[in-house]
């Protein structure tokens, strides 16, 4: 299949688009812009990353060589991600059906507010298998503060 017959095949979402669900659905492309602590459970190394694109940011949790293959500046895109909890934070991820793949470094336009990982989502009253944003817990990331 050719990458344009691919690129076609996919609905990119933004940033700003995503909602909380257990299911891999999210295509999207967005800059790595910091990545955090690094940690090691068991065989399992993980790391977490702000990334953005030029709607919103959200925290990225990336697992085993996607920890050591991407880095600050960076542009990822992301095939059949999962936005969802996992460790009581909610983290946008490949999982195990999605992918990553870098597509290029450092030009790309992209906004840090809101951070779609600090909004706070609550179920949806006509529909509880849907979550709708209910409030902000920060403008910015706890975990990365602003970019001077």
Not at 82 to 99: D, E, M, P, Q, T
Request: aromatic share 8%; with cysteine; glycine share 6%.
């Amino acid at each position: 299949m050719s990458s344009a017959k691919l690129e076609a095949d996919l609905s990119m979402v933004l940033l700003k688009d995503i909602i909380p669900a257990a299911t891999n659905t999210i295509n999207t492309e967005f800059i790595l812009l910091d990545k955090g602590y690094v940690a090691q459970d068991g065989k399992e190394t993980t790391c977490l990353a702000l990334v953005a694109d030029e709607s919103a940011s959200v925290h990225f949790l990336m697992w085993g060589d996607e920890c050591r293959g991407f880095a600050p500046g960076d542009i990822i895109r992301l095939e059949n991600g999962i936005f969802s909890y996992h460790k009581n934070s909610l983290v946008l991820r490949a999982g195990k059906k999605g992918k990553t793949a870098k597509v290029g470094e450092f030009c790309k336009l992209f906004v840090e507010t809101p951070n779609m990982s600090e909004i706070k989502w609550a179920r949806d009253h006509n529909n509880p298998k849907k979550f709708v944003q209910e409030s902000a817990v920060s403008p910015h990331s706890r975990i990365f503060p602003p970019m001077p």
